[in-house]
């Protein structure tokens, strides 16, 4: 006679009932990043101003929404304490985009979803005969572990933190090269690694504050703001000196040089919601004008 009423006060068991949503599984998926993996997927065929067939078409679709989930949903599995706290993601409008915190039930099942949504990718890579992306996608398991455990837990380590992030995003570089079967040069690598490490530095600034709380020390919460802000701006500036001297963008390396003073002022006062957005946006509307201006 009580089960219904034990089941609607009782949001543990309403959890373990209720599988994701269409909304929840993007937003898990983070679909406020969904537009870096983007960029750094289509960056090789941009620098060689090719169009690729198929295959390559096929990974940008899966590092949208799957490969979101193995990076984020692994995180959320592993980071519950930092989420507990995590102004981001009480923040509706940056929960949206970059995060959202899931009940302790249902964030159990992540690993399921991640399964699953890799499967039907795995399973048309076998059929075609393209054994690589098993081998590529151990590669990506393997640096996620290093990331988030259990066992190793580099994103609480300073300055291993960031590194191991930038792999995992490079990662996606290498996906783009596999399937395009166009290489960049050396300096789209680096290119590709500075932008990621700006995206990195500037997240760890903006959750200082409950990533110390927990003891999760990136290198922001190792050095402090000030200068976590001053290797923030002066990345900045060498990302905008690599585009003017390497790729002769001028447009993209004065929006850079632009975005300096954006580094340096502290995230709490850029608006009355999670700042992230505001920064993140701002940044990656420069990598795709330098996105675009490439391919032109």
Not at 156 to 184: D, F, H, K, M
Not at 267 to 288: C, E, M, Q, T
């Amino acid at each position: 006679m009580g089960t219904s009423g034990n089941q609607a006060s009782d949001p543990t068991r309403a959890d373990l009932v209720r599988l994701l949503g269409f909304r929840e599984l993007i937003q898990v998926s983070r679909v406020g990043l969904m537009a870096s993996h983007l960029w750094v997927f289509l960056l090789p065929a941009a620098l060689a101003g090719e169009v690729p067939g198929g295959a390559f078409w096929i990974g940008a679709i899966y590092v949208t929404v799957p490969l979101g989930m193995l990076i984020y949903g692994w995180n959320d599995y592993r980071d519950a304490d930092v989420d507990a706290i995590s102004v981001r993601k009480r923040d509706s409008v940056a929960a949206r985009f970059f995060g959202y915190r899931l009940g302790a039930a249902r964030r159990k099942i992540l690993p399921v979803y991640i399964v699953v949504l890799h499967l039907p990718f795995l399973v048309v890579a076998a059929i075609h005969g393209q054994l690589w992306a098993f081998g590529w996608l151990a590669v990506m398991v393997f640096a996620n572990w290093l990331y988030n455990g259990p066992g190793v837990r580099l994103s609480r380590v300073p300055v291993a933190a960031e590194l191991t992030a930038t792999w995992i995003y490079l990662n996606i570089l290498w996906l783009g090269v596999l399937t395009s079967g166009l290489q960049p040069h050396w300096t789209g690598w680096l290119l590709a690694g500075m932008a990621i490490l700006v995206f990195q530095i500037a997240g760890a600034i903006v959750d200082i504050e409950p990533d110390r709380v927990v003891r999760k020390i990136t290198f922001a919460a190792a050095v402090g703001k000030r200068w976590a802000s001053s290797t923030l701006a002066a990345m900045v500036a060498s990302k905008g000196i690599l585009l003017l001297t390497s790729f002769n963008g001028l447009v993209p390396a004065v929006l850079n040089l632009a975005a300096i003073p954006l580094c340096l002022v502290s995230p709490n006062r850029l608006r009355k919601h999670h700042p992230s957005g505001l920064a993140y946006a701002y940044f990656v509307i420069i990598d795709w004008v330098c996105l675009a201006m490439l391919a032109a």
